[in-house]
Nanobody, 128 residues
Framework: DVQLVESGGGSVQAGGSLRLSCAAS????????MAWFRQIPGKEREGVAA???????TYADSVKGRFTISKDNAKTTLYLQMSSLNPEDTAIYYC???????????????????????WGQGTQVTVS
């Protein structure tokens, strides 16, 4: 099994930056795909950014140029560096792992919530 624990959320003023972390533990995979999602109460959980074991990355249009996803394999930690934050970025941010990923990168799929079977508990980001 896999455990994902997010941290780094908080409150920040518009224009500021935050870095989210997601510590992964448990089963390891030679091929993996991980992503960050966010959710506002009453709305669908939306994909923000994804990365796979070959370091392919993709981003939602709303965050391109402002957010950067990365993974420290030595620490098995996923990161999301967020800059130029605005109030529309306020949400609970979740990290996710696709435990069935076979290495076939498809940027149209990896930001879909249904692709992931492991989720963290979420961390709140508030931009004012």
């Amino acid at each position: 099994d896999v455990q994902l624990v997010e941290s780094g959320g908080g409150s920040v003023q518009a224009g500021g930056s935050l870095r989210l972390s997601c510590a992964a533990s448990g089963r390891t995979y030679s091929k993996w795909c991980m992503a960050w999602f966010r959710q506002i109460p009453g709305k669908e959980r939306e994909g923000v950014a994804a990365i796979d074991s070959e370091q392919f990355t993709t981003y939602a249009d709303s965050v391109k140029g402002r957010f950067t996803i990365s993974k420290d394999n030595a620490k098995t930690t996923l990161y999301l560096q967020m800059s130029s934050l605005n109030p529309e970025d306020t949400a609970i941010y979740y990290c996710a792992l696709d435990g069935t990923y076979g290495g076939d990168w498809d940027a149209n799929l990896v930001l879909r919530r249904t692709e992931y079977n492991y989720w963290g508990q979420g961390t709140q980001v508030t931009v004012s």
